[in-house]
């Protein structure tokens, strides 16, 4: 399974962005596929998943801003964004055998 993400970028605070991870290879083997964001010199944390009966997850720091949705591509829809969601964010999925996958991250910079 390959996952390039996309639609990172500059935002000032209370903007909007959305970021897509296009899939390719194996993706009927996928369950769950999620995001999670790296602050500079930091480990990843997890942000949000989706499974693929729809069930979803979400870190407290995101709830009621961030949504996550999955077709063929999986997205992050981002509202109201603030300085403190700035990161590297990765585009991540598991598969039916308990392996995880990951893209390239993409850049999101909140400006105060």
């Known amino acids: 399974v390959q996952l390039q993400a996309s639609g990172g970028g500059l935002v000032e605070a209370g903007g909007s962005l959305t970021l897509s991870c296009a899939a390719s290879g194996s993706t009927h083997s996928l369950t769950d596929v999620g995001w999670y964001r790296q602050y500079s010199g930091m480990g990843r944390a997890l942000v949000a998943t989706?499974?693929?009966?729809g069930s979803t997850y979400y870190d407290d720091a995101v709830k009621g801003r961030f949504t996550i949705s999955r077709d063929s591509a999986i997205y992050l829809q981002m509202k109201n964004l603030k300085p403190e969601d700035t990161a590297v964010y990765l585009c991540?999925?598991?598969?039916?055998?308990?392996?995880?996958?990951w893209g390239r991250g993409t850049l999101v910079t909140v400006s105060s």
């Open positions: 991540t999925a598991w598969d039916g055998k308990g392996l995880q996958y």
């Open positions: 989706v499974s693929n009966g």
